[in-house]
C-alpha cells in the first residue's frame, strides 16, 4: 500500500486544495523539475474553471511541488506536431489569465518555458533568491505565440522580452525584479510567509474592484458602463465607506459581474 501511494505521489498531476478562501495548484512532476506533460496543460483549464465557480475563492496561487517552479514542456509527452503542443500550453495559459479573481505564482528554482508563460499569465509574481528565468523557445526552433509576446512585453518591456526570446538565456530574480518578470523577491524561507500575508490582503479587498481592474489592466477598456452598473447596485462602495469611519474591516459582498 505504502508504495503505491508513493507511486502515485510521483506521477505527473496537479493538485490543489482550498485553505482559507485562497486555492493553491501545485505543479507535480519530480522526476522532469515539474515540467508540465500534455496531461497537465490539459488539466489545467477545467482546474482553475472549478475553483472559478466556486464562491469560497477568494485568489489563486500557482506553485511548484519542491525546490523548482516549472521547468517547461515536457517534449517526451508532447505527441504530434507543434502547433499542437503549442495550442495546449495557449489555452493554459490563456484560461490563468482569465481567472476572475487575483492570481500569484509563487516562485523557487526554475520558471522556464512554459512555466515562465504561466507565471507571466499571473496578475503577481514572487520569487525566491536563486529563482532563474527564462523563455527558451529560440533552443528548439519554436515560435512563440503572438498572445504569450505581447503578454510578456506588458511586463518587461520590448527590449527585455527580445534579450529573453533572442538568446533563451537564463536570468536570476535580481534582473527579474528590476526588469518586472517578478514583483518581489524573498529570502530562502520567506517565500510561503510572504505568499500567505499577500493573499491574505487580496482575499479581504473587494472582488468588485479586483474584477474591474483586472480588466482594465489587461487592456478592456469598452465596460466603463458596465462597471458602474455593477458598483452602484453592489453595496461595497457604502460598506467600504462605512467600515472606513467605523474603523473596522470591512465586509464585501459582491461576488461575480454577469
Not at 96 to 111: D, E, K, S, V, Y
Not at 211 to 229: C, L
Request: proline share 5%.
Amino acid at each position: 500500500m505504502a508504495g503505491r501511494i508513493a507511486s502515485a505521489l510521483m506521477e505527473p498531476q496537479l493538485s490543489h486544495q482550498v485553505t482559507d478562501s485562497v486555492a493553491t495548484v501545485v505543479i507535480r512532476h519530480p522526476a522532469k523539475r515539474n515540467a508540465m506533460t500534455a496531461g497537465m496543460w490539459r488539466a489545467l483549464p477545467p482546474l482553475l474553471a472549478e475553483l472559478a465557480g466556486d464562491p469560497g475563492v477568494r485568489a489563486l496561487v500557482l506553485t511548484g511541488e519542491g525546490g523548482t517552479f516549472c521547468a517547461g514542456a515536457d517534449i517526451s509527452t508532447l505527441q504530434g506536431s507543434p502547433l499542437e503542443a503549442q495550442g495546449l500550453a495557449v489555452a493554459a495559459e490563456e484560461a490563468l489569465a482569465a481567472f476572475p479573481g487575483p492570481t500569484l505564482a509563487a516562485i523557487r528554482g526554475h520558471c522556464v518555458g512554459g512555466g515562465a508563460q504561466l507565471a507571466a499569465a499571473c496578475d503577481l509574481r514572487l520569487a525566491e533568491e536563486g529563482a532563474l528565468f527564462g523563455v527558451t523557445p529560440a533552443r528548439l526552433g519554436i515560435v512563440y505565440p503572438s498572445s504569450s509576446t505581447r503578454r510578456l512585453v506588458s511586463l518587461v518591456g520590448p527590449a527585455t522580452a527580445k534579450y529573453l526570446l533572442f538568446t533563451a538565456e537564463l536570468i536570476d530574480a535580481g534582473r527579474a525584479l528590476r526588469t518586472g518578470l517578478v514583483d518581489e523577491v524573498l529570502p530562502e524561507g520567506e517565500l510561503d510567509k510572504r505568499v500567505t500575508e499577500l493573499t491574505r490582503v487580496l482575499a479581504s479587498r473587494s472582488r468588485l474592484t479586483q474584477a474591474a481592474a483586472k480588466e482594465f489592466a489587461d487592456g478592456r477598456t469598452d465596460r466603463d458602463a458596465h462597471w458602474a452598473q455593477q458598483a452602484r447596485g453592489s453595496g461595497d462602495t457604502a460598506e467600504g465607506v462605512a467600515a472606513f469611519l467605523e474603523r473596522r474591516q470591512p465586509r464585501f459582498t459582491w461576488t461575480t459581474a454577469g
